[in-house]
């Protein structure tokens, strides 16, 4: 089974700190993403990445920036948080270009920004 | 406007009941399409492609529509168990494999 871990399930931090969130793959997938899920707004793509050191920004990439040094791990950082990026952030992983397109979840990490 | 748009719902049905949900995308270059289920507090898990020809997969049927770029999906003889938030989402090929949802329509199954 392809499984998708996010490093911390829950996260309580203060506005201004930097903020990671790491998140590792185990099936050698190609594409990695970043979304976030809030109510009503459904998931919105902040950062993907189809290969090592390549990123790509999706429609709300502005306080956010992303690292890809190995091709399993794909990193969220927020370098100054703020309130408004309380948010459930979720990761993705998918096979590369010939493949049926399904995204891998993991379990999504909660944070609060106070 | 958003790139995928689903109506929000809820729906509430009564168990057996046929439901109906609907999509669409403004993105021309999307060339992939699929559904996703949410459980209520869980991650999304794929529920099923979605292709031109339509496809059908036990109780549920996927339509696509490219020229009105319009996406369907039809669950039949709906259980308890279908309850669930249903995500609709496009995959654009053109670079990067860039995948976005809709909002979701929560479907609840009443008894």
């Known amino acids: 089974d392809v499984k998708v871990t996010q490093s911390s399930r829950y996260l309580v931090k203060r506005t201004g700190e930097k903020v990671f969130l790491e998140c590792v793959q185990d099936?050698?997938?190609?594409?990695m993403f970043w979304y976030r899920q809030d109510p009503g707004l459904g998931l919105r793509l902040i950062y993907f990445s189809y290969d090592v050191k390549m990123k790509e920004k999706g429609d709300i990439p502005e306080g956010y920036s992303v690292s890809r040094e190995k091709k399993e791990r794909f990193s969220l950082i927020l370098e100054s948080a703020s309130t408004n990026q309380t948010s459930m952030y979720l990761c993705?992983?998918?096979?590369?270009?010939?493949?049926?397109?399904?995204?891998?979840f993991g379990e999504g990490s909660r944070l609060t920004v106070l | 406007r958003k790139e995928v748009e689903q109506d929000p719902g809820p729906f509430n049905v009564p168990e057996g009941a046929t439901v109906a949900f609907n999509c669409t995308y403004s993105?021309?270059?999307?060339?992939?399409f699929f559904w996703y289920r949410q459980d209520c507090r869980k991650e999304p898990k794929l529920l099923m492609s979605?292709?031109?020809s339509g496809n059908e997969d036990g109780r549920f049927t996927a339509q696509l529509n490219r020229a009105s770029q319009y996406i369907s999906l039809l669950i039949r003889d709906s259980k308890l168990s279908d309850s669930a938030t249903y995500l609709c989402v496009a995959r654009d090929h053109t670079g990067g494999f860039k995948t976005i949802f809709g909002a979701g329509t929560r479907l609840f199954v009443k008894a």
């Open positions: 099936m050698d997938h190609e594409n």
């Open positions: 979605v292709y031109s």
């Open positions: 993705a992983s998918s096979l590369g270009l010939f493949n049926t397109g399904e995204l891998f």
């Open positions: 993105n021309s270059a999307s060339q992939s």
